[in-house]
């Protein structure tokens, strides 16, 4: 115990004053003046301090939409209501998947990148925004895509190399675990939407444009000097409460014509991944896998302790997969369950803190899905 806190406020002091070795000097003498017979130890834990960065869309937005002329928003009640108290943004009741992550990684919770004030990038920051996708078409203009998201990192990436010296910048974000949930959007929303795209590109060449931005945006971070990259792989979408709701005629039947997407997104992204590994120096990787661990509790929610597994706990329509719960989004009238942690669906897309919580569980310390890859512990404690 007694380790564990000399071992934080090291952690801490020598992350606030690295920037400058001397000053850093200065403030240990006269605040921590334990710290100064174990200064070699110092320079270690900071050594082994890893940064979260976390890239996608609302399985992961922990309220960038606050701040943008956004459609997809959760900043109302009920979210929010199981953990916070109050609505921060997430599209839940309470934490997402990197919420989890962060604290099982002993870090804050990582804030998301929009919100004002929030200049300190030691620990890594949130660019997720619910609604994006890869492509810049996926509701261009009321969200924000990969590529924009991609900038803000660039721009981060530059204030940690003027604040902390280009060396000591460059082995943090060598430390980091950039997460990644993306993918979704862009092929839900062409049916949203009846788009033409549907009709223009094969299923193929359509995920092969995703997969194509994704690797881009993954080199690019690799060239700031990412090594090491978390993907959730894609839910089963046809059976999302939302697509059997409003998608295919909102008959309540699994919405399939999704499915080839998320199939060969699944197929491809293990592929791709193991492909950079070979190209990139360093890389390393893990995907959790997302399809058939939802697949499993829509199917057996009793299975993993929980009473529902089709329908969500806040919305309207069938399955409740009519996007409304908090009633802001047009349709006024929404049902709320009275027990979340019974359900796997806290809305029309997206799941309950406890369901969140099971895939954190798992992309934490479970068994790598993929031979080649690794869990999120590993890759945190890689140096
Ligand atoms: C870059 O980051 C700084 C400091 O966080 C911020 O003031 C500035 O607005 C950012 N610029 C862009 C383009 O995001
Ligand atoms: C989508 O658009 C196509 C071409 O405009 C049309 O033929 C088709 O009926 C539309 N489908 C739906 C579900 O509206
Ligand atoms: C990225 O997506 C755009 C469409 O938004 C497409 O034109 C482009 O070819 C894609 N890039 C790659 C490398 O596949
Ligand atoms: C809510 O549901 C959970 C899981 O089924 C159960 O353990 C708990 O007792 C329930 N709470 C209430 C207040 O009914």
Same mark, same amino acid.
């Given at each position: 115990?007694? $380790?564990?806190?000399?071992?934080?406020?090291?952690?801490?002091?020598?992350?606030?004053?690295?920037?400058?070795?001397?000053?850093?000097?200065?403030?240990?003498?006269?605040?921590?003046?334990?710290?100064?017979?174990?200064?070699?130890?110092?320079?270690?834990?900071?050594?082994?301090?890893?940064?979260?960065? @976390?890239?996608?869309?609302?399985?992961?937005?922990?309220?960038?939409?606050?701040? @943008?002329?956004?459609?997809?928003?959760?900043?109302? *009640?009920?979210?929010?209501?199981?953990?916070? =108290?109050?609505?921060?943004?997430?599209?839940?009741?309470?934490?997402?998947?990197?919420? %989890?992550?962060?604290?099982?990684?002993?870090?804050?919770? @990582?804030?998301?990148?929009?919100?004002?004030?929030?200049?300190? #990038?030691?620990?890594?920051?949130?660019?997720?925004?619910?609604?994006?996708?890869?492509?810049?078409?996926?509701?261009?203009?009321?969200?924000?895509?990969?590529? $924009?998201?991609?900038? %803000?990192?660039?721009?981060?990436?530059?204030?940690?190399?003027?604040?902390?010296?280009?060396?000591?910048?460059?082995?943090?974000?060598?430390?980091?675990?950039?997460?990644?949930?993306?993918?979704?959007?862009? #092929?839900?929303?062409?049916?949203?939407?009846?788009?033409?795209?549907?009709? $223009?590109?094969?299923?193929?060449?359509?995920?092969?444009?995703?997969?194509?931005?994704?690797?881009?945006?993954?080199?690019?971070?690799?060239?700031?000097?990412?090594? =090491?990259?978390?993907?959730?792989?894609?839910?089963?979408?046809?059976?999302?409460?939302?697509?059997?709701?409003?998608?295919?005629?909102?008959?309540?039947?699994?919405?399939?014509?999704?499915?080839? %997407?998320?199939?060969?997104?699944?197929?491809?992204?293990? =592929?791709?991944?193991? =492909?950079?590994?070979?190209?990139?120096?360093?890389? &390393?990787?893990?995907?959790?896998?997302?399809?058939?661990?939802?697949?499993?509790?829509?199917?057996?929610?009793?299975?993993?302790?929980?009473?529902?597994?089709?329908?969500?706990?806040?919305?309207?329509?069938?399955?409740?997969?009519?996007?409304?719960?908090?009633?802001?989004?047009?349709?006024?009238?929404?049902?709320?369950?009275?027990?979340?942690?019974?359900?796997?669906?806290?809305?029309?897309?997206?799941?309950?803190?406890?369901?969140?919580?099971?895939?954190? &569980?798992?992309? *934490?310390?479970?068994?790598?899905? @993929?031979?080649?890859? %690794?869990?999120? &512990?590993?890759?945190?404690?890689?140096?």
């Amino acid at each position: 115990m007694e $380790t564990r806190q000399v071992e934080d406020a090291n952690a801490f002091s020598a992350r606030r004053v690295s920037p400058m070795a001397e000053f850093g000097f200065h403030a240990c003498l006269f605040v921590f003046c334990t710290s100064l017979v174990i200064t070699n130890a110092q320079s270690q834990i900071s050594k082994n301090h890893a940064p979260l960065f @976390i890239f996608g869309d609302s399985l992961f937005d922990a309220g960038n939409n606050n701040y @943008i002329d956004a459609v997809l928003k959760a900043d109302f *009640w009920p979210y929010g209501e199981t953990f916070f =108290k109050y609505p921060t943004g997430r599209f839940s009741d309470g934490r997402l998947v990197p919420d %989890y992550i962060a604290e099982y990684a002993k870090l804050p919770l @990582i804030p998301p990148y929009l919100q004002p004030g929030n200049h300190e #990038y030691t620990n890594g920051v949130n660019f997720a925004s619910s609604g994006a996708g890869a492509l810049v078409e996926t509701r261009q203009g009321r969200v924000i895509d990969l590529q $924009t998201q991609l900038s %803000y990192f660039k721009n981060v990436s530059r204030v940690m190399r003027k604040k902390l010296g280009d060396a000591e910048a460059q082995a943090l974000l060598s430390r980091a675990v950039y997460l990644f949930s993306v993918g979704g959007n862009d #092929y839900l929303f062409p049916f949203e939407e009846n788009s033409s795209v549907l009709r $223009t590109y094969s299923v193929q060449q359509f995920v092969g444009l995703v997969m194509g931005n994704i690797t881009t945006v993954i080199k690019e971070i690799h060239k700031m000097g990412g090594r =090491k990259f978390g993907f959730l792989d894609m839910l089963p979408l046809n059976c999302l409460p939302f697509s059997r709701a409003s998608l295919g005629g909102g008959g309540g039947a699994c919405f399939e014509k999704v499915t080839p %997407y998320a199939k060969l997104h699944n197929k491809q992204l293990p =592929k791709l991944l193991r =492909k950079l590994q070979s190209e990139l120096k360093g890389f &390393k990787y893990s995907i959790l896998p997302c399809y058939s661990f939802l697949d499993q509790r829509i199917k057996h929610p009793s299975k993993y302790g929980f009473k529902v597994g089709e329908a969500a706990c806040c919305g309207s329509g069938p399955y409740r997969g009519i996007l409304s719960c908090g009633g802001k989004t047009g349709v006024k009238d929404y049902y709320l369950c009275h027990n979340v942690s019974e359900y796997v669906f806290f809305d029309s897309f997206h799941l309950t803190e406890k369901a969140y919580q099971q895939f954190a &569980k798992q992309f *934490w310390n479970g068994k790598p899905s @993929i031979s080649g890859s %690794y869990n999120l &512990k590993a890759l945190f404690e890689f140096n």
